[in-house]
C-alpha cells in the first residue's frame, strides 16, 4: 500500500521540485572579496514609482520655490524637512527619521536624478529595465542573477527571493529558491501519510535519489537530490521560530517579515549558509490621488516611506555593526513621479528615481546636488546618472566582482563613476 502511494506521490512531488532542479549540490570555488569577508547585497525594490521629490527635497530657494509652486498641496514645508550633515542642498522626509543615524553616520548613500537614455512611464516595461539591467530590454534575465551565474561563492544557495514569486531581477541561468519562509519548505505528502509513513515516505525518495544515477536518470538524481539539499540547508531558518538580535523590532506585515527573513537568511548562525543575495519588495507606491492626508507629511506616501524606514533600521539593528560592515542595502524603484502635483493630491508616472544605500561600504555622500541638479523646469525631472553606472559600481566596489564577470551582468555599457560605494 505504502509503495502504490508513494509511485502516485511521487510525480507531484518531483513537479513542485521543478524550481529548483539546478540548485548546485557543492559549493563553487570561493570568490575572494576585498578585505577577506563574504560581502552581502540586500535589493529593496519600491514598486509602483517612489515620488523621489517627496522623499529627497532641494532646498535650495531657487529649486524649492519652484518645488512649492508646482506642488501647493504636496510640497512638504521646508522647516519640516530633516538636514544632512554634508550637504545644504536636499532635505529628507521626516518619515525616514529613523534612519537619521545612520545618515549621520555616514552610512547612507544617496543618489538622486537616477535614470537611462528615453525613460519610460510604463511600470512593466520600466520595472523590466531596471531588473535586467539592459534598459529597453523586457525579457532578458535578472542582471542580479547573471552576476551569480558569471561568479563563484562558498555557498550552494548565493542568492534568494523572499517573496511568493521571484522578481526579473532574480531571473536567469542562476536558480534562486523563491519563498517567505524557507525554513518552511518541505517535501510533500500526502495528507493520509503520518507517523511511520511519513518518515519512510523521505526514506525511500533519499534512497531513489542514490539509485537513479545508477539507472540512467540523471536529471532525476539532480532534481531530488537539490531539493533534499535545499530542505536541509534550511531545516533551522524557520521564520516563525526567529528571534532578531539586538532588541530590534520589525514593523508588522508582509513586509517586515521579508525584511526579517532576509536577515535570518543572510546570517551564518545558527548554521553558515554563505548566502550572497536576497531581493525584497516593497508595493504600492503608486500614488496618483490621495498622497498626502491632513498635512503634507501624513498620509499614504508617508505611510510607505515610514514602513521602509523603521524596516532597513531593524534589519541593519538585527545584523549589528559587524556584519553590516560587510552588507549593503540597495533601494530603488522604477522611476520617480511627475515634479507638477495632479488635480487628485497625488503624482503621475514621472521620470528620473531616487536610489538609496546603506551599510558599510557606502561613502555617504548626497550625489547629484549643487551643480549636478537638472533643475525643476518642465513636467519631468530629467536623469543625470545612469542606472547601470551604480549596479556597476556595487559589484565592483562592494562585492568585489571582476570586470569580467560585470560586463556579463551589466552588458553593453561603459562604467561611470558614481560615487555611492567606496
Known amino acids: 500500500m505504502l509503495r502504490r ?12 521540485a521543478s524550481a529548483v532542479s539546478a540548485i548546485p549540490l557543492s559549493a563553487r570555488p570561493t570568490h575572494h572579496h576585498k578585505g577577506g569577508n563574504l560581502r552581502k547585497l540586500l535589493v529593496i525594490f519600491q514598486r509602483g514609482g517612489n515620488d523621489s521629490l517627496n522623499t529627497l ?30 550637504t545644504s542642498f536636499f532635505g529628507y522626509h521626516p518619515s525616514l527619521a529613523p534612519l537619521a543615524d545612520l ?3 555616514g552610512k547612507a548613500s544617496f543618489v538622486h536624478a537616477v535614470g537611462y537614455p528615453s525613460m519610460t512611464t510604463s511600470h512593466f516595461a520600466g520595472q523590466a529595465f531596471w531588473e535586467t539591467g539592459d534598459p529597453h530590454n523586457r525579457r532578458g534575465s535578472g542582471w542580479l542573477n547573471r552576476y551569480l551565474h558569471a561568479s563563484s561563492g562558498p555557498g550552494a544557495f548565493r542568492g534568494l527571493m523572499v517573496d511568493g514569486n521571484t522578481s526579473q531581477m532574480m531571473s536567469g541561468p542562476f536558480t534562486v529558491p523563491v519563498s517567505r519562509n524557507f525554513g518552511g519548505l518541505n517535501m510533500p505528502i500526502p ?5 511511520s509513513d511519513n518518515t519512510r515516505f523521505r526514506e525511500m525518495v533519499r534512497d531513489l535519489a542514490e539509485d537513479a544515477d545508477y539507472l540512467g536518470h540523471d536529471l532525476l538524481e539532480r532534481t531530488t537530490n ?10 533551522d531558518r524557520n521564520l516563525n521560530d526567529y528571534t532578531p538580535a539586538n532588541n530590534a523590532e520589525y514593523p508588522g506585515g508582509r513586509f517586515g517579515d521579508a525584511l526579517k527573513h532576509a536577515a535570518q537568511m543572510l546570517k551564518e548562525n545558527p548554521s553558515p549558509l554563505n548566502v550572497e543575495a536576497v531581493m525584497v519588495n516593497h508595493p504600492n507606491y503608486d500614488h496618483h490621488k490621495g498622497q498626502v492626508a491632513g498635512s503634507a507629511v501624513e498620509g499614504w506616501h508617508a505611510g510607505r516611506l515610514s514602513e521602509l524606514a523603521n524596516g532597513i533600521k531593524a534589519f541593519t539593528t538585527d545584523l549589528g555593526d559587524a556584519q553590516m560592515q560587510d552588507t549593503l542595502i540597495l533601494v530603488v524603484s522604477e522611476f520617480g513621479r511627475t515634479v507638477r502635483e495632479n488635480g487628485s493630491r497625488g503624482t503621475d508616472h514621472g521620470r528620473a528615481a531616487l536610489a538609496m544605500l546603506f551599510g558599510g561600504t557606502v561613502t555617504g555622500r548626497v550625489i547629484n546636488g549643487e551643480g549636478a541638479w537638472p533643475g525643476l523646469n518642465g513636467q519631468f525631472l530629467n536623469w543625470n546618472t545612469d542606472y547601470r553606472g551604480l549596479y556597476w559600481e556595487i559589484l565592483e566596489r562592494h562585492m568585489g566582482a571582476s570586470p569580467d564577470v560585470i560586463r556579463q551582468a551589466i552588458p553593453n555599457f561603459t562604467p561611470q563613476t558614481v560615487g555611492a560605494v567606496g
Open 191 to 195: 495528507g493520509n501519510m503520518s507517523g
Open 57 to 86: 527635497v532641494p532646498v535650495d530657494s531657487t529649486e524649492y520655490a519652484r518645488y512649492a509652486e508646482y506642488r501647493p498641496n504636496l510640497h512638504i514645508p521646508q522647516g519640516q524637512l530633516l538636514s544632512f550633515n554634508n
Open 5 to 16: 502511494r508513494f509511485l502516485k506521490t511521487l510525480g507531484g512531488t518531483l513537479a513542485a
Open 103 to 105: 545618515i549621520q553616520a
Open 226 to 235: 537539490g531539493l533534499l539539499g535545499m530542505f536541509d540547508a534550511f531545516n
